[in-house]
Structures are given as structure tokens and as C-alpha cells.
């Protein structure tokens, strides 16, 4: 909102109806993903891609976002991962990675393939942002989304299947690499 909020400030009336529209169709989106426990590769890219369409305008294009698909394009409908998994990494990497960097261009790559394990997709999120700043603050810092994340990956275990998450911080930004049982 308050994207939308300094759109209308700025004058720039075409640019704010577009928005509203993206946001519009992002929210109806997230509103029916969210009704469902799992969601196909190919729907939660699309998703991934508007999310972070939206968030470039947010950030006047202050980073680049890539995604590279070591998968076959055919193989994205058939196969399924649960709801809301990727999103809280790439805005993790948004927010405390690149949104405020001063002396470089940001960048976001998202890389997803099939993991050693063929059963088991490997989902990679890296920025050449700073992270967050100190090893205090990230001591001191929950999120919740990644205490979802934990729950959700917990429901495997049920099935006697594991995911799991690793998240590295270093000078050149920060790298998660996410382990989704398919």
C-alpha cells in the first residue's frame, strides 16, 4: 500500500492503475493458493514472478531478479510442493539482502532443479545483498515465515520424508538453499 501510496504522490497515474491491478491479481492469487495445501511448480513460478514484478516497481528496479529452471518446462504442471514455500526466501533476499544497497546494483538468482536425490527439489535463493547486518541481529531476529516454512516441511516427516533449509551469510550476500520432497 504504501508503494501505492508514493505512486499517487509521484503523479504517476498509469504506473498506480497498473499496480493496483498486479496487486489486485497477486492477492486473489495468494487467496486461492492458500486454500490449498500443495501447489504445481508451474503455478507458484507464476506467482514468483509477479511477486517479484511488484517488488521491483516497490524498489524503483534497484536489483535484478533471475530465475534459472534446471527442469524440463513439461515436468513444472506434475510437480508439487507446498504452498508458500519459496516466497518468504526471495523476500527475505528483497528485504534484508538488496532493497537498500548503496554502492552496487542488487541481484536476486533463483535457481531450482532436482536435488542429488532425484525425489527431492533443490531450490536455490542467493542476492549480493548484506544481509542481516550482524550475527547479533541475526540471532536476535525470528521470522515467522521461516517458522512456517519449519512446520510445513515437518509434515513430511509423517511420510517419513525430510525437507529442509540452510541458510549461509557471507561478504557476498546470503544463499538459501531449500530441500522440498516431491
Given at each position: 500500500?504504501?508503494?501505492?501510496?508514493?505512486?499517487?504522490?509521484?503523479?504517476?497515474?498509469?504506473t498506480?492503475?497498473?499496480?493496483?491491478?498486479?496487486?489486485?491479481?497477486l492477492?486473489?492469487?495468494?487467496?486461492?493458493h492458500?486454500?490449498?495445501?500443495?501447489i504445481?511448480?508451474?503455478?507458484?513460478?507464476?506467482f514468483?514472478?509477479?511477486?517479484?514484478?511488484?517488488e521491483?516497481?516497490?524498489?524503483?528496479?534497484?536489483?535484478?531478479?533471475?530465475?534459472?529452471?534446471?527442469?524440463?518446462?513439461?515436468?513444472?504442471?506434475t510437480?508439487?510442493?507446498?504452498t508458500?514455500?519459496?516466497?518468504?526466501?526471495i523476500e527475505?533476499?528483497?528485504?534484508?539482502g538488496?532493497?537498500?544497497?548503496?554502492?552496487?546494483r542488487?541481484?536476486i538468482?533463483?535457481?531450482?532443479?532436482y536435488?542429488?536425490d532425484?525425489?527431492?527439489?533443490?531450490?536455490?535463493?542467493k542476492?549480493?545483498?548484506?544481509?542481516?547486518?550482524?550475527?547479533?541481529?541475526?540471532a536476535?531476529?525470528?521470522?515467522?515465515?521461516l517458522?512456517?516454512?519449519?512446520?510445513?516441511?515437518k509434515l513430511y516427516?509423517?511420510?517419513n520424508r525430510?525437507?529442509?533449509y540452510?541458510?549461509?551469510?557471507?561478504?557476498?550476500?546470503?544463499?538459501?538453499?531449500?530441500?522440498?520432497?516431491i
Amino acid at each position: 500500500m504504501g508503494t501505492i501510496q508514493n505512486l499517487v504522490l509521484e503523479g504517476q497515474d498509469e504506473t498506480t492503475l497498473n499496480f493496483i491491478s498486479d496487486f489486485s491479481s497477486l492477492m486473489r492469487t495468494m487467496l486461492e493458493h492458500s486454500r490449498h495445501d500443495t501447489i504445481s511448480l508451474e503455478d507458484e513460478l507464476d506467482f514468483l514472478k509477479k511477486y517479484t514484478a511488484l517488488e521491483l516497481i516497490r524498489y524503483h528496479h534497484e536489483f535484478e531478479v533471475s530465475f534459472d529452471l534446471e527442469l524440463d518446462n513439461e515436468e513444472l504442471d506434475t510437480i508439487y510442493i507446498p504452498t508458500m514455500m519459496i516466497q518468504p526466501f526471495i523476500e527475505n533476499a528483497i528485504k534484508h539482502g538488496v532493497s537498500n544497497l548503496q554502492r552496487k546494483r542488487g541481484e536476486i538468482h533463483i535457481i531450482i532443479r532436482y536435488g542429488e536425490d532425484p525425489l527431492y527439489l533443490e531450490v536455490i535463493v542467493k542476492d549480493n545483498g548484506k544481509g542481516l547486518a550482524s550475527k547479533a541481529s541475526r540471532a536476535s531476529h525470528t521470522s515467522t515465515a521461516l517458522q512456517i516454512i519449519e512446520e510445513r516441511l515437518k509434515l513430511y516427516q509423517i511420510q517419513n520424508r525430510y525437507g529442509s533449509y540452510t541458510i549461509s551469510f557471507s561478504k557476498k550476500g546470503t544463499e538459501a538453499i531449500i530441500k522440498i520432497p516431491i
